[in-house]
């Protein structure tokens, strides 16, 4: 299974709201990482998590927060987003975070604020 | 800071036309250039150099690095419309724990 799985695929929420995307891999590896895609351009790094510890943060703004309960989950909760936050977030994982090594990335859950 | 650049950044060509997409880079303490291809949503992974002057090959598609220039090739022989997506490159330093992409290539195949 060279799998990454997102959920929900698309997401639609006002500004007051709270969500979360869930990303899932059974690949047994052990970095995960959430990307920011807006349109037309290349994908930016938010957060990184290695051995279920975070190890990169991107001065991303507090209003996303991410969590990693175990090897294979990788959340990342949303609370009070801007319209300007909408696009499309993209979950990647490999083997353990180091060097050399092949991100795969999920199919992304694209969001829309209001 | 470390940087990636694609050139061209939009290319339409004809199918069955040989293309050969740039990207070159300034990054500290390079480790490793990966090419992705990207259409409606995730990229999908292609290819990842590491060592100078080795072709990577898959099917239609291939590529190499120049580690003393700092550039890197993707090349697409006898295009099909299905190749039309945007194509990444992304490069990894030592240590760094992350991946700085370039702008991307918008490729067309027309029919």
């Known amino acids: 299974d060279t799998e990454v799985t997102q959920t929900p695929k698309h997401l639609v929420m006002g500004m007051t709201n709270k969500k979360s995307l869930k990303c899932e891999q059974h690949?047994?590896?052990?970095?995960m990482y959430w990307y920011k895609q807006k349109a037309k351009k290349p994908p930016e790094l938010m957060f990184v998590?290695?051995?279920?510890?975070?190890?990169i943060n991107e001065s991303v703004p507090s209003r996303f927060s991410p969590e990693c309960p175990n090897s294979s989950l990788l959340n990342l909760h949303l609370h009070a987003l801007q319209p300007e936050d909408s696009a499309l977030y993209l979950c990647?994982?490999?083997?353990?975070?180091?060097?050399?090594?092949?991100?795969?990335f999920g199919p992304g859950t694209r969001l829309l604020v209001l | 800071e470390d940087k990636v650049v694609q050139s061209p950044l939009s290319l339409v060509v004809h199918e069955g036309d040989t293309v050969t997409l740039n990207c070159s880079y300034e990054?500290?303490?390079?480790?490793?250039l990966l090419w992705y291809k990207q259409e409606k949503k995730a990229p999908t992974f292609l290819f990842m150099l590491?060592?100078?002057?080795i072709e990577k090959k898959s099917g239609r598609l291939s590529s190499i690095l120049d580690k003393k220039e700092l550039f890197s090739i993707l090349n697409i022989t006898a295009t099909q419309t299905g190749d039309s997506a945007v194509y990444l490159c992304?490069?990894?330093?030592?240590?760094?724990?992350?991946?700085?992409f370039g702008q991307g290539t918008r490729l067309t195949i027309n029919p």
């Open positions: 990647a994982s490999s083997q353990e975070g180091g060097s050399q090594e092949t991100q795969y």
């Open positions: 590491t060592s100078s002057g």
């Open positions: 992304a490069v990894e330093a030592t240590g760094a724990q992350k991946l700085v």
């Open positions: 998590y290695s051995y279920e510890k975070l190890s």
């Open positions: 990054v500290t303490n390079f480790r490793s």
């Open positions: 690949m047994g590896h052990r970095a």
